[in-house]
């Protein structure tokens, strides 16, 4: 919005020009969310609070000290985070693109899937929130929604097929089966985040890393002169992607700021589902979905620990791990919550420097 009031106004106002340039509007995308979550923020911890009343429910088989020490504490944090990504993006994006709708739509989607869920549990003060099938079910269709759009609108050799990092050239077609490809990353996504969402920051910082990290790299694969000297797979239109990137990361200093230990606020599934499904949005948008494998790897350790320990249980009776995700195992292992917590972080990180290396390795 700004960015088309601004721009029309260069041409009287030399200085102005600067916002044409996509660095710049990024730039402001983050300033924008982060000051809108400072202001706003408290506002909503307060209405959050007396609204739920005993805040979200804590898990009666998960650490004990839980039940103590996050008790009362409000969760549907998402909201903040949600009006600081999609007020920075309205405001300094270019409207007109049509990736930045459809990552928006999932975000917004998804984001509304967590509310309800959050909503329920909040309600009946249970941990278990609406029928996991129909969830499934609206994570499937959102989802399938925004990669129709991102085949539709893209190269079409490029946009149906699989890019493999390392590889300059090596592109393997998929054709329509490409449409359950890009659903199984976005779901698989959203879900890996809701599932490290369990300690105090320890969700937002990876996925601020992770936000980051995919805002330069839709900044260089937009860019045909950055894409050639890096021998990637230019994706035209995807450039505009790094103001809502920058967005997400802004919006997530803001909300880290409450959620830092002690936890004023929880994000809940309304945050973590949406912040986890705009990331796997746009990494493939981005042609980079084994990439966030790597970037994401924190998410995707989580995730697998969960899948490792239901399917042992199962199949044998037995656990492999004290308690799943694995941030509860260490838990259970006597860690302190800020050592898991920044530890995580900092595995969060290697995994993106690694992730990153991939731009030039080839």
Request: aromatic residues 12%.
């Amino acid at each position: 919005m700004l960015y088309y009031i601004l721009t029309s106004l260069a041409g009287e106002l030399a200085p102005l020009n600067v916002f044409r340039y996509l660095t710049t509007r990024t730039g402001m995308a983050i300033l924008t969310a982060l000051i809108f979550i400072f202001l706003f923020g408290p506002r909503i911890i307060s209405l959050l609070k007396v609204k739920q009343g005993r805040g979200q429910p804590i898990r009666t088989d998960g650490p004990q000290r839980h039940i103590v020490e996050k008790q009362g504490t409000p969760t549907m944090g998402g909201l903040m985070i949600l009006s600081g990504i999609f007020v920075g993006t309205l405001l300094w994006a270019d409207l007109s693109n049509l990736y930045v709708w459809a990552v928006l739509f999932v975000t917004l989607g998804y984001g509304a899937i967590g509310f309800y869920d959050d909503f329920l549990k909040v309600t009946k003060s249970s941990t278990s929130g609406f029928s996991g099938k129909v969830r499934l079910l609206l994570e499937i269709g959102i989802a399938g929604i925004a990669i129709a759009i991102f085949m539709w609108i893209g190269d079409k050799s490029l946009s149906t097929s699989l890019a493999v990092p390392f590889f300059k050239d090596i592109l393997i077609p998929l054709g329509v089966f490409f449409l359950p490809f890009g659903i199984f990353i976005v779901v698989g996504a959203g879900n890996a985040v809701n599932l490290t969402d369990g300690l105090d920051g320890l969700a937002i910082v990876p996925v601020m890393i992770a936000a980051a990290s995919f805002g330069l790299i839709v900044y260089l694969v937009g860019n045909a002169v950055f894409a050639d000297y890096l021998q990637l797979h230019f994706v035209k239109g995807t450039g505009e992607l790094a103001v809502l990137c920058g967005a997400i990361v802004g919006a997530a200093l803001g909300f880290l700021w409450f959620n830092a230990p002690p936890a004023m606020i929880f994000m809940g599934d309304t945050g973590s589902l949406s912040l986890g499904g705009a990331i796997g949005a746009i990494a493939v948008a981005a042609k980079h979905e084994i990439v966030l494998a790597v970037i994401g790897g924190l998410f995707v350790l989580e995730t697998a620990s969960v899948i490792v320990q239901v399917a042992s249980f199962k199949l044998t009776g037995k656990r492999v791990f004290a308690m799943a995700p694995l941030h509860h195992h260490f838990e259970q292992k006597g860690w302190r919550e800020p050592t898991i917590v920044i530890r995580f972080w900092i595995i969060a990180f290697v995994l993106a420097l690694i992730g990153l290396s991939t731009l030039k390795l080839r």
